[in-house]
């Protein structure tokens, strides 16, 4: 795995920006509270930038991340998010920015700051189901939500905020289960993470899983910058 390398920015400020299907966070690592505006189906990438920048014009950072809700190769959007508007493919964060800017697929970056070492798998319950992995250290983007799961539904089908609506909260708790268990399995984290804004639903916790913070979202953000410890995964 290839190491990333760049100076120690702790005396930096970091914007860290959290894309959802239903909102945009945003926060800095130097005490700014954090500020959120509603997103949607017809947000572009594009426009995005444009509410984020009005949002915190008063605001000084050098750096940011961004988590985005879809695959990400060198800081660009490799496909359309499933909840938000066009224009996100290839998209030049860092050029819309006027600064460098990091982008991760946003379960990624949630997962980060979660970590605590070893083989974790995280898991996003929210609008849909995002997911990634960091062994290790070496940190590994993954789209699980869109696999087959049953019949010719999706993981994220069932686990995803449609699927808590349509199943309730009783029935849905069960997949989470049943879904953690066949992940566990496969994968063999050593503990599994639940985040997302729907974890907070979930009653008795799966073997092996704890909850997350959708704070740590944030904090996830602010340590894609200081790469000691952790590694990016090679992508061609």
């Not at 696999?147 to 989470?176: I, N, Q």
């Amino acid at each position: 795995m290839k190491k990333t390398t760049g100076k120690r920015t702790r005396q930096k400020t970091i914007l860290a920006v959290d894309v959802g299907g239903t909102h945009v966070k945003v926060m800095t690592n130097k005490g700014h509270t954090r500020c959120e505006f509603a997103s949607g189906p017809d947000m572009s990438a594009k426009e995005m930038v444009k509410e984020v920048k009005a949002l915190t014009k008063d605001w000084s950072y050098n750096l940011v991340s961004v988590g985005y809700p879809g695959p990400v190769v060198h800081d660009r959007p490799l496909a359309e998010p499933h909840n938000l508007g066009h224009g996100w493919i290839g998209f030049d964060f860092a050029k819309a920015f006027g600064r460098p800017t990091k982008v991760v697929n946003d379960a990624l970056m949630q997962a980060l700051g979660s970590y605590q070492g070893g083989r974790m798998l995280f898991l996003g319950l929210g609008t849909g189901l995002g997911s990634a992995m960091i062994v290790d250290g070496i940190l590994e983007p993954m789209e699980l939500g869109h696999l087959p799961y049953r019949k010719s539904e999706t993981f994220e089908d069932r686990l995803g905020a449609k699927g808590l609506e349509r199943l309730g909260k009783k029935k849905w708790r069960r997949e989470v289960a049943d879904v953690v268990k066949q992940f566990i399995a496969a994968l063999e984290p050593d503990y599994v993470v639940l985040g997302g804004g729907n974890a907070e639903k979930l009653g008795r916790l799966p073997r092996k899983a704890r909850l997350g913070d959708n704070a740590n979202a944030f904090k996830g953000g602010f340590k894609l910058w200081d790469t000691r410890g952790t590694k990016r995964r090679r992508t061609k």
